[in-house]
C-alpha cells in the first residue's frame, strides 16, 4: 500500500482568476475551428452519426469551458526550500517539485490575450525532459520577480555542487 503524499501546510500560491478569461476564449476558438467543419460536413452529408459527432463534441467542449473556472483554480505553485511544488488537476491532480539546482531556464511567455490581461506564464525547463512545468495565468510582475528569484536559487544551488 503506497503512502498519502506528505505536503507541507505551506499556502498554495495560485494563478490569477483573469486566467479563466483566457483558457475560456482558448478553448472557445478552438472549438469553433472544430465544430464548423464538423457542423458543414454533417449539414452537406446528412448522416445521422457525423450529426451525432458534432454534438457529441460540442457537448464536451461545453463541458470543458463550464469546469474551466474549477481547473483554473486548482493550479497552484509553493516554494520550499530546496525545491518549488507545482500542482494541477481536479480529478487526476499532478504535483511536480522542481529542485532548484536542476533549472536551467526560466522562460516567460505571454500570448496575445494574456498580454491584453496583463498575464504571463512561467515555463520552467531541467535537464529531465519529462518535468516540463508551465505555470500559467501569472501576472506580469509576479511573474518577473518569480523568475529573478527562481534564477538566483537556481545559480546559489548550481554552485554547491
Known amino acids: 500500500m503506497t503512502e498519502p503524499l506528505d505536503i507541507p501546510a505551506i499556502e498554495w500560491r495560485r494563478v490569477s482568476p483573469k486566467y ?6 482558448g478553448y472557445i476558438i478552438f472549438a469553433l475551428i472544430v465544430l464548423a467543419p464538423a ?10 452519426w457525423v450529426w451525432a459527432a458534432a454534438i457529441a463534441l460540442a457537448v464536451i ?6 469546469l474551466t ?4 483554480k486548482s ?7 530546496d525545491d518549488l511544488l507545482f500542482r494541477r488537476g ?17 522562460d516567460i511567455n505571454r500570448g496575445p490575450l494574456a498580454r491584453a ?23 506580469e510582475q509576479d511573474a518577473e520577480d518569480l523568475r529573478d528569484k527562481l534564477v538566483s536559487l537556481a545559480e546559489s544551488r548550481r554552485a554547491g555542487l
Open 117 to 139: 490581461l496583463g498575464l504571463s506564464e512561467l515555463k520552467f525547463v531541467t535537464a529531465a525532459a519529462a518535468s516540463g512545468v508551465v505555470i500559467p495565468g501569472l501576472p
Open 39 to 48: 457542423t458543414l460536413i454533417a449539414y452537406f452529408t446528412e448522416e445521422p
Open 61 to 66: 467542449f461545453l463541458l470543458t469551458i463550464v
Open 20 to 25: 479563466v478569461v483566457v483558457d475560456v476564449v
Open 69 to 72: 473556472p474549477r481547473r483554473v
Open 75 to 81: 493550479i497552484g505553485y509553493q516554494l520550499r526550500e
Open 90 to 106: 481536479i480529478m487526476f491532480q499532478r504535483f511536480v517539485a522542481i529542485p532548484y539546482g536542476r533549472m536551467q531556464l526560466v
